[in-house]
C-alpha cells in the first residue's frame, strides 16, 4: 500500500496532506505521502493596507535583523555579504528556513557513488551546515556548540530554534521545515502559495528536538510567518525575490539552471518570497487596523538564480570571505562535527561555490536597487530625507540645521510600496516621490498587481496632495510585477523625465509636461537586454542621459535616442555633467574588480564594491560607495574618508552637497536615517 492508499484508507482522518513526517515516512519504507487537494476552506477576510498618510509609525531605535531563505544556503548565498556586515556590527540575527531542505534525501560525495536517499539525514546534515556557517560569522570556532530548543508558534505549532552567542552578538536559527518537494507536485510550496485547498505536512529532520510534524495550509503559513515578525519586531528584513525576471530558455537549460518555467529563479525560492511579503503586508496591516501603530521596519529583497544570466559583481577579497563561509557550510563528511547524520551538505563543500559554473556566489544584487533615502535641502537649510518605512512613504526632517538630528518619521501613506523610491524636484521646489505599490498581493489565485504610483508636493517645503496611480508600462499583471525602481529627472525646462525597467528587460518612460499632465509610456529603443540600477542625468546643455548596464556593455540613451555604449560594468554606473562628446563623465567598476574606474580620467583610487555615486562640486567630483570590508567611503578634492561609527549602514546611502562640504545620508539598521560629514571629521577616518 504506498502513501496515497493510505491516505485514503483512512490512516489520516482530518484534511489531507501533501507531505508526510519522518515517523509516517519510516512507517511507508521512507516513501512520503503523496498530495491531493480537499474541499476549498472558506474565504477569511484579511486586513487591508490603507495608504492614506497620517498614522503613527514606532521606532524604537533598537537593532534587529530578520531573514527568510526557503532554502539553507540560499541566504549564504544571495543576502551576503549584507548579512555579514550587520553582524560584524553587532546586530542581532534572526534567520528563518521554510522548507527542511530536503530535496531528494542524497549528501552527494565528489568522487563516491550516490548514497542512500534520507532525508531526514539530509535535512539535519544541512542544518548542521549552517551551525557552521554561522558560527564562522561570528568569528567562532566552525564546531562550537549551539544552544538546541523548541518555540511555539502560531496556532501551537512547533518549529527548532537553534542559539548561538559571542559577547554581545547573537544568532537564531528557526527550522519550519515544510517540504520543498513532494510525489505528484514536484514543488510543494509553490503548489501551496497557488493552491486554495492544500496541506503540507513538515518533514521531521534526523536529531531534530521537535518530536512530532505539524500540518500547514496556505493562510497558517502566513500566519505563522506574521507572528514571528511580531515576535522578532525586526527593524531590518531580509527576503528572496518574490517578481523575478521573465527568463525564456530551453526545457534543457532551465533544468540545468535549477530555473521554474519562465523565470530565472527557483520556483520554491519565489513562492517563499511571495509568502514573506504577503506576511509582511498582513503585519503592517493588522498593526494598522489594531494598535494603529505601524511597525518600523526597512525591507530588502535580493536576487536568487538571477545571478547567473549577468556580470559578477564582487571583487576576489568579498568573494573569497563569502564563499569561505560556504566552505563551512558545505563540510566534509571527515569532518567531526558531533551531528551522526552529517557535517554539511557535502555537495557544496570544498572549492565547490567558486567552481559552481551558475556563479551564485560571484554576485549579490537587490531585486530594488536604489541609492537610499531621497534627500533635499530646505529653504532655511535643514534636510529631508525620504524613504520607505514599514512599507510606506515617509519623511524624516532634519531638526536643526547642519546637526544631523532627525525628528520622528511622518508618515506619508502610499503603502504597501517595494522598499526604494524614485524622486525629482521641479524647478519651484517641489518633491515628486515615485514608488512601486503591491496594487494586489493575494496568492491562491487571486490577483497578484503593481502600479507605479506618485506623490507631489502641493507647494514647496509644503504639505502633499493625494497619491496618484500612473498605470503600469506592462498591460498583462504578471509582466507587471517584472517591473524595476522608478528613476526621475528634472530639466531646465521643467519637464520631469520618468525611467522605469519593463518586463523585456528594456527602459520605459512617460514625461510630465510643465502644466502637470503625463504622456502615455513608450518604450526606449535598443535591443540589449539591462539590469535595473538606472541612472538618470541632465547634462550642462539640458540633454537626458540614461546609462544602465547590460551583459556586453553599459547602455546609453541621450534624450532617448542611443548613443554609443560604454565598457562592460558589473553593477550600475554613476555619472556626472561634464564638458565633450557625451557631457558626462561616468564611474564604473569591470566585472569583480575592486577598481573604480572614470571612462575619462582612468582609475579613480576609490577601492571598494557595490554602486557608487556621484557628484560635482568646486573641488571636482564627489564620489560615495563602500570600501572593500562594507563601510561607507567618501573621496573628494584627492582626500578618502571611511565612516567607522554609527549604525550599520542599510541599502546604499545618498549623497548630498551643501554648504560646508558634501554629506552622506543613509538608514541604519536601526530604521532611522544617519547624516555623516566626513569633511568634519566626524565618525571618520582620512586618507590621503
Same mark, same amino acid.
Not at 295 to 313: C, E, L, M, S
Given at each position: 500500500m504506498d502513501g496515497f492508499e493510505l491516505l485514503r484508507s483512512g490512516l489520516l482522518r482530518r484534511r489531507r496532506v501533501l507531505a508526510a513526517g519522518a515517523a509516517l515516512g519510516a512507517a511507508l519504507g521512507g516513501t512520503a505521502l503523496a498530495g491531493c487537494s480537499v474541499p476549498e476552506p472558506p474565504r477569511r477576510k484579511q486586513p487591508v493596507a490603507d495608504p492614506a498618510p497620517g498614522v503613527p509609525i514606532i521606532s524604537t531605535r533598537r537593532e534587529q535583523l530578520m531573514q527568510f531563505a526557503a532554502h539553507p544556503d540560499d541566504d549564504l548565498y544571495f543576502m551576503n555579504p549584507d548579512t555579514q556586515r550587520m553582524l560584524d556590527s553587532g546586530v542581532p540575527l534572526v534567520s528563518v528556513y521554510v522548507t527542511a531542505g530536503e530535496h531528494t534525501g542524497v549528501n552527494r560525495i565528489k568522487g563516491m557513488p550516490p548514497a542512500k536517499p534520507d532525508r531526514a539525514a539530509y535535512s539535519s546534515s544541512r542544518h548542521q551546515g549552517l551551525r557552521q556557517a554561522y558560527a564562522t560569522l561570528l568569528g567562532l570556532d566552525k564546531f562550537t556548540p549551539w544552544q538546541k530548543g523548541v518555540t511555539t508558534l502560531h496556532g501551537g505549532r512547533r518549529a527548532e530554534i537553534n542559539t548561538l552567542i559571542n559577547g554581545g552578538r547573537r544568532v537564531e536559527l528557526i527550522f519550519l521545515n515544510l517540504p520543498e518537494h513532494a510525489p505528484r507536485r514536484y514543488m510543494a510550496l509553490v503548489n501551496l502559495w497557488k493552491d486554495r485547498a492544500l496541506e503540507l505536512r513538515t518533514h521531521m529532520p534526523a536529531g531534530s528536538p521537535v518530536d512530532r510534524p505539524d500540518t500547514y495550509d496556505h493562510n497558517q503559513l502566513i500566519d505563522v510567518l506574521v507572528g514571528l515578525l511580531d515576535r522578532y519586531r525586526p527593524t531590518v528584513v531580509h527576503t528572496l525575490d518574490p517578481d523575478p525576471?521573465?527568463?525564456?530558455?530551453?526545457?534543457?537549460?532551465?533544468?540545468?539552471?535549477?530555473?521554474?518555467?519562465?523565470?530565472?529563479?527557483?520556483?520554491?525560492?519565489?513562492?517563499?518570497?511571495?509568502?514573506?511579503?504577503?506576511?509582511?503586508?498582513?503585519?503592517?496591516?493588522?498593526?494598522?487596523?489594531?494598535?494603529?501603530?505601524?511597525?518600523?521596519?526597512?525591507?530588502?529583497?535580493?536576487?536568487?538564480?538571477?545571478?547567473?544570466?549577468?556580470?559578477?559583481?564582487?571583487?576576489?577579497?568579498?568573494?573569497?570571505?563569502?564563499?569561505?563561509?560556504?566552505?563551512?557550510?558545505?563540510?566534509?563528511?571527515?569532518?567531526?562535527?558531533?551531528?551522526?547524520?552529517?557535517?554539511?551538505?557535502?555537495?557544496?563543500?570544498?572549492?565547490?561555490?567558486?567552481?559552481?559554473?551558475?556563479?551564485?556566489?560571484?554576485?549579490?544584487?537587490?531585486?530594488?536597487?536604489?541609492?537610499?533615502?531621497?534627500?533635499?535641502?530646505?529653504?532655511?537649510?535643514?534636510?529631508?530625507?525620504?524613504?520607505?518605512?514599514?512599507?510606506?512613504?515617509?519623511?524624516?526632517?532634519?531638526?536643526?540645521?547642519?546637526?544631523?538630528?532627525?525628528?520622528?518619521?511622518?508618515?506619508?501613506?502610499?503603502?504597501?510600496?517595494?522598499?526604494? +523610491? @524614485?524622486?525629482?524636484?521641479?524647478? #519651484?521646489? %517641489?518633491?515628486?516621490?515615485? !514608488? &512601486?505599490?503591491? =496594487? *494586489?498581493? $493575494?496568492?491562491?489565485?487571486?490577483?497578484?498587481?503593481?502600479?507605479?504610483?506618485?506623490?507631489?508636493?502641493?507647494?514647496?517645503?509644503?504639505?502633499?496632495?493625494?497619491?496618484?496611480? +500612473? @498605470?503600469?508600462?506592462?498591460?498583462? #499583471?504578471? %509582466?507587471?510585477?517584472?517591473? !524595476? &525602481?522608478?528613476? =526621475? *529627472?528634472? $530639466?531646465?525646462?521643467?519637464?520631469?523625465?520618468?525611467?522605469?525597467?519593463?518586463?523585456?528587460?528594456?527602459?520605459?518612460?512617460?514625461?510630465?509636461?510643465?502644466?502637470?499632465?503625463?504622456?502615455?509610456w513608450r518604450v526606449l529603443p535598443g535591443r540589449e537586454e539591462i539590469q535595473d540600477g538606472l541612472e538618470v542625468v541632465v547634462d550642462a546643455e539640458g540633454r537626458v542621459h540614461v546609462l544602465a548596464t547590460s551583459r556586453k556593455a553599459v547602455q546609453h540613451w541621450i534624450d532617448s535616442v542611443p548613443a554609443a555604449p560604454l565598457p562592460l560594468a558589473g553593477d550600475p554606473v554613476a555619472a556626472v555633467p561634464g564638458q565633450g562628446r557625451t557631457g558626462l563623465d561616468v564611474y564604473y567598476r569591470k566585472p569583480a574588480a575592486k577598481e573604480l574606474l572614470s571612462q575619462r580620467r582612468g582609475n579613480a583610487s576609490f577601492d571598494g564594491y557595490g554602486p557608487v555615486t556621484a557628484a560635482a562640486d568646486a573641488e571636482g567630483t564627489v564620489l560615495l560607495g563602500r570600501d572593500l570590508r562594507g563601510r561607507v567611503q567618501l573621496r573628494r578634492g584627492g582626500r578618502l574618508w571611511t565612516r567607522t561609527q554609527g549604525a550599520a549602514a542599510v541599502q546604499e546611502p545618498a549623497l548630498r552637497l551643501v554648504p560646508g562640504g558634501p554629506v552622506a545620508v543613509g538608514l541604519g539598521a536601526d530604521a532611522h536615517p544617519w547624516v555623516w560629514r566626513p569633511a568634519r571629521r566626524s565618525g571618520a577616518t582620512s586618507h590621503s
Open positions: 525576471d521573465i527568463q525564456i530558455s530551453s526545457e534543457a537549460a532551465r533544468k540545468k539552471d535549477a530555473e521554474q518555467p519562465g523565470y530565472s529563479d527557483h520556483g520554491v525560492h519565489t513562492a517563499v518570497a511571495e509568502f514573506c511579503w504577503t506576511a509582511l503586508i498582513r503585519w503592517v496591516a493588522d498593526a494598522q487596523q489594531g494598535s494603529g501603530q505601524i511597525p518600523a521596519f526597512v525591507a530588502t529583497a535580493f536576487r536568487g538564480y538571477y545571478n547567473r544570466h549577468w556580470p559578477k559583481n564582487l571583487p576576489a577579497q568579498v568573494l573569497n570571505e563569502k564563499a569561505g563561509h560556504l566552505f563551512n557550510y558545505g563540510g566534509n563528511p571527515a569532518w567531526e562535527c558531533g551531528n551522526p547524520s552529517g557535517c554539511g551538505d557535502y555537495g557544496i563543500g570544498g572549492g565547490s561555490p567558486l567552481r559552481q559554473a551558475k556563479g551564485w556566489v560571484r554576485a549579490t544584487h537587490y531585486r530594488w536597487p536604489g541609492a537610499g533615502p531621497a534627500v533635499v535641502t530646505r529653504p532655511d537649510g535643514r534636510l529631508d530625507a525620504y524613504g520607505v518605512l514599514g512599507l510606506r512613504a515617509v519623511r524624516w526632517r532634519e531638526t536643526e540645521r547642519g546637526t544631523g538630528l532627525w525628528g520622528e518619521p511622518t508618515d506619508l501613506g502610499g503603502g504597501p510600496l517595494a522598499p526604494a +523610491l @524614485g524622486s525629482a524636484t521641479l524647478p #519651484d521646489g %517641489r518633491v515628486l516621490l515615485f !514608488g &512601486v505599490r503591491f =496594487a *494586489a498581493f $493575494t496568492g491562491r489565485g487571486g490577483p497578484n498587481k503593481r502600479e507605479v504610483v506618485l506623490l507631489e508636493q502641493r507647494s514647496p517645503d509644503g504639505p502633499f496632495l493625494a497619491w496618484r496611480g +500612473l @498605470g503600469n508600462p506592462e498591460r498583462k #499583471d504578471d %509582466r507587471g510585477r517584472r517591473i !524595476g &525602481v522608478p528613476v =526621475a *529627472a528634472t $530639466t531646465p525646462d521643467g519637464r520631469v523625465h520618468l525611467f522605469v525597467r519593463n518586463a523585456d528587460k528594456g527602459v520605459s518612460t512617460r514625461v510630465r509636461s510643465t502644466d502637470g499632465t503625463w504622456s502615455p
